[in-house]
């Protein structure tokens, strides 16, 4: 027997999640966002179209969910008709979305007084990488915790990670995109330089891969910036919001993050240019705007990663 989970949001990500669930063929899949075509494309690949988040509730008792931000999800899960007021006991929710640590375990306390379980279980990777099940799951819990819902983690991800505590997901995904989006920044930087100085992106390129300087966003991002591609994969709008979180818990923590709020007003700077929407790698033209020069050539990828 298929296993039933109810999946809330369908964005990019979520959409493609939910994609992969039904590729698996092993998941009964019930789905709901505010955006019925988004439920009817779904639908018409054999999920079960919930018309409420009361219906999805109150018909699965594992529910997961992808949501753009901590007010959506605050919203969603603790709103006037919210998942807390409709959810059975015994249910376990795992939310995939990427909000800080206090969000997190607000909520999880919230469910944990009705005999259910909230986890922090953000994603790492892009909208390809949902589709085919190669995301990194960040689960704030121990594995115990998530013993039975391992099958629906596997096929999600093809790395899953515990943390320990609620809120601990949360944190290290916060973490981990403050490295990738300041590591994108200054590759950005250097790219703009280089081209400046009279090299081409494509040469530049094609040596930096196999120097010190190299990083993931290098291999995996770059042959797209050379190739003028900016579809977006991980928006503009989304690394500052998530820059903005990390942000706010280094002010709480009285931590100095003098880096990461440089990097912060920089893509909030290309979202107010009018590229919000795109791909976070359009930093690069804000730069490009400000020096004169496009970073663009023919990339030849020789490095894994």
Do not use: W
Request: aromatic residues 4%; proline residues 4%.
């Amino acid at each position: 027997m298929k296993q039933k989970i109810g999946f809330i949001g369908l964005g990019v990500m979520g959409s493609n999640m939910c994609r992969r669930l039904l590729q698996s063929g092993r998941f009964d899949l019930m789905v709901y966002d505010i955006d019925r075509a988004k439920v009817d494309e779904l639908a018409g690949l054999g999920a079960r179209p919930a018309s409420s988040l009361q219906q999805l509730t109150s018909e699965n008792l594992v529910i997961a969910s992808s949501l753009p931000d901590p007010p959506v999800v605050r919203s969603v899960y603790l709103g006037p008709d919210g998942v807390i007021h409709h959810v059975r006991e015994g249910t376990v929710i795992m939310d995939l979305s990427t909000v800080d640590a206090d969000t997190s375990r607000e909520i999880a306390a919230r469910f944990e007084e009705k005999g259910a379980k909230y986890v922090d279980t953000p994603v790492s990777g892009g909208k390809y990488d949902a589709l085919e099940g190669k995301l990194t799951l960040i689960v704030g819990a121990k594995p115990e915790e998530l013993a039975d819902q391992m099958p629906v983690l596997n096929t999600l991800g093809s790395s899953v990670h515990f943390a320990g505590s609620r809120g601990a997901g949360s944190i290290v995904k916060l973490v981990n995109n403050v490295m990738s989006m300041g590591n994108l920044l200054v590759a950005a930087e250097a790219f703009v330089l280089g081209v400046k100085a009279g090299v081409d992106a494509g040469t530049l390129f094609n040596i930096l891969q196999h120097c010190g300087g190299r990083s993931h966003r290098l291999i995996k991002r770059f042959p797209n910036i050379l190739r003028g591609d900016f579809e977006p994969k991980f928006t503009v709008n989304l690394a500052e919001k998530d820059l903005s979180l990390a942000l706010d818990m280094a002010g709480k923590l009285k931590v100095p993050m003098l880096m990461a709020s440089v990097c912060r007003d920089f893509f909030m700077m290309t979202a107010r240019s009018g590229r919000g929407a795109m791909d976070a790698t359009a930093v690069i033209q804000l730069l490009e705007e400000l020096v004169g020069v496009e970073v663009r050539g023919e990339p030849k990828v020789e490095v894994k990663i």
